[in-house]
Nanobody
């Protein structure tokens, strides 16, 4: 059974940093495409960053240069390092995984999701 558990969210002031973690279990971690999505109240879930099984990464334009996605295959853990946070980054952040995601920023491409961790950025 695939399980994804996020942690690391919290409240920070604009310009601050946070690192989100996603502990994965129940599957061959290194072979999956993994992503971070976020959803603010009243808005659709949007892709933030993704990393493929070969380590290639992609980012939404809104976070390029500020966020970094990475994974530690030995620890089965996915990370999202966030710098220069803005109030518009406030959202629930979700970790996702799938063995065959082709379009990394489309939520329907992922079969597995964590429960989410809240990030709140104040101005």
């Amino acid at each position: 059974q695939v399980q994804l558990v996020e942690s690391g969210g919290g409240s920070v002031q604009a310009g601050g940093s946070l690192r989100l973690s996603c502990a994965a279990s129940g599957y061959t971690y290194s072979s999956y495409c993994m992503g971070w999505f976020r959803q603010a109240p009243g808005k659709e879930r949007e892709g933030v960053a993704a990393i493929d099984s070969d380590g290639s990464t992609s980012y939404a334009d809104s976070v390029k240069g500020r966020f970094t996605i990475s994974k530690d295959n030995a620890k089965n853990t996915l990370y999202l390092q966030m710098h220069s946070l803005k109030p518009e980054d406030t959202a629930m952040y979700y970790c996702s995984a799938d063995p065959a995601a082709i379009l990394p920023f489309i939520p329907d491409e992922y079969n597995y999701w964590g429960q989410g961790t809240q990030v709140t950025v104040s101005s």
